[in-house]
């Protein structure tokens, strides 16, 4: 069965510092990984996306690490703002019936910025 | 958001009504979504479509059912509402090819009681 794991559940840290999450999945046949935002009461919104022959891939502050060897991946977020506050999704895709994305979704971890 | 608006935004059902969620997207994508997402659980797919006039089920499409009569709008029912389908609800689009994001709605928050 695909799998995504995701570490922490929830991190707490002040603002201006930086963090690391992390992402375990089993997922096959793999396509690609995807980090999202999701903002309380909002839809998940795509920060980066990677294929089996990328590594690493940035977005601004979001810098998203693949490690395909391993099946793991991290987004490590610099110099966090107040507004970085949301839940970060860790979703796989593993290419399913006519071309559509069968994306397994990771619990999240739920980062709280504090000032 | 941009592109993908999900009506209504909120809604509470009596055990046993029925109702229509509706997923209207001006992207002209070919692929849509409907996910539920549930406290302490990553969002899981109900049903998608690959285009106009197909579907197929997800991973928990019991007591669901879609349509898809026009590219642009994907309709998700619910014939005879249960308590255990109180859940956010979630449309998504994308274009064609594996790299290309899914494009999400702002959600819709059903209450069964």
């Known amino acids: 069965k695909n799998q995504v794991e995701q570490s922490p559940q929830s991190l707490i840290i002040l603002e201006g510092k930086n963090c690391t999450l992390q992402?375990?999945?089993?997922?096959?046949?793999?396509?690609?990984l995807r980090w999202y935002k999701q903002d309380t009461g909002r839809g998940p919104v795509s920060l980066t996306i990677?294929?089996?022959?990328?590594n690493t891939k940035s977005n601004g502050r979001y810098t998203a690490t693949l490690d395909a060897d391993t099946k793991q991946s991290s987004l490590h977020i610099t110099a966090s703002q107040l507004s970085d506050s949301a839940s970060y999704i860790c979703?796989?895709?593993?290419?399913?019936?006519?071309?559509?994305?069968?994306?397994?979704f990771g619990k999240g971890t739920h980062l709280i910025i504090q000032p | 958001n941009a592109g993908v608006t999900q009506t209504p935004k909120f809604r509470v059902l009596k055990t046993g009504q029925s109702m229509t969620l509706l997923c209207a997207q001006d992207?002209?994508?070919?692929?849509m979504y409907w996910y539920r997402q549930d406290p302490g659980m990553g969002l899981r797919l109900i049903h998608y479509?690959?285009?106009?006039?197909?579907?197929a089920k997800g991973e928990v499409p019991d007591g669901y059912n879609v349509s898809r009569l026009k590219k642009q709008n994907f309709l998700l029912g619910l014939e005879s509402a249960a308590p255990s389908q109180t859940s956010v609800y979630f449309c998504?689009?994308?274009?064609?090819?594996?790299?290309?994001?899914?494009?999400f709605g702002a959600g819709t928050r059903l209450s069964v009681l």
């Open positions: 979703v796989v895709s593993a290419l399913i019936r006519g071309g559509a994305d069968g994306l397994t």
């Open positions: 990677m294929t089996f022959s990328e």
């Open positions: 992207m002209n994508h070919e692929y």
């Open positions: 992402c375990n999945y089993t997922v096959s046949p793999f396509s690609n």
């Open positions: 998504a689009s994308k274009s064609s090819g594996p790299k290309n994001i899914q494009y």
């Open positions: 479509s690959v285009g106009e006039g197909t579907t």
